[in-house]
């Protein structure tokens, strides 16, 4: 009988180029062309202003981790929900219950609440003391 090779770590990203991996490499390469672009065509205030902040933003997205998931994945995440839309809707109906159906012939249940013991404070107390012991009666035997 032949034997396979399991390949194993499939879900790690190959490293492409040194310890980065192909989209690693690709938001520093696009970091790095927004601010080569913003340096021969913005102003020098402009360019403090606007390229930091996206070039920030892309080397996050190559390396920064939310939870323990890729900075992409949660931005992607964040985006789809703001974007998409949603509605959200409840409306009580007054005087219409749910019920199961019952068969034909079976009389009206009586409602539990008149069956129910009411329990007060020192009878829940004498009720949980009691549990207790009986636990740790039961612990002994």
């Known amino acids: ?9 499939i879900m790690v990203e190959d490293r492409i180029i040194g310890p980065l991996t192909l989209k690693q490499f690709l ?11 913003g ?15 996206i070039a920030g933003f892309l080397v996050a997205m190559a390396f920064a981790k939310v939870n323990s998931q890729s900075f992409p994945t949660v931005v992607f995440n964040a985006a789809s929900y703001f974007l998409k839309p949603r509605l959200y809707l409840w409306r009580r109906v ?22 129910l013991p009411k ?20 612990d002994r035997g």
């Open 1 to 9: 009988m032949q034997q396979y090779q399991v390949p194993q770590f």
């Open 39 to 53: 340096w021969s065509l913005l102003h020098l205030v402009l360019f403090l202003v606007v390229v930091p902040p």
């Open 94 to 115: 007054e005087g219409k219950k749910l019920q199961a159906p019952r068969p034909a012939g079976a009389k009206k249940p009586e409602p539990m609440l008149a069956t």
């Open 27 to 37: 938001y520093l390469l696009g970091a790095a062309a927004i601010g080569l672009i």
């Open 119 to 138: 329990f007060t404070e020192s009878k829940l107390n004498d009720l949980a003391w009691s549990l207790d012991i009986k636990e740790r009666l039961g």
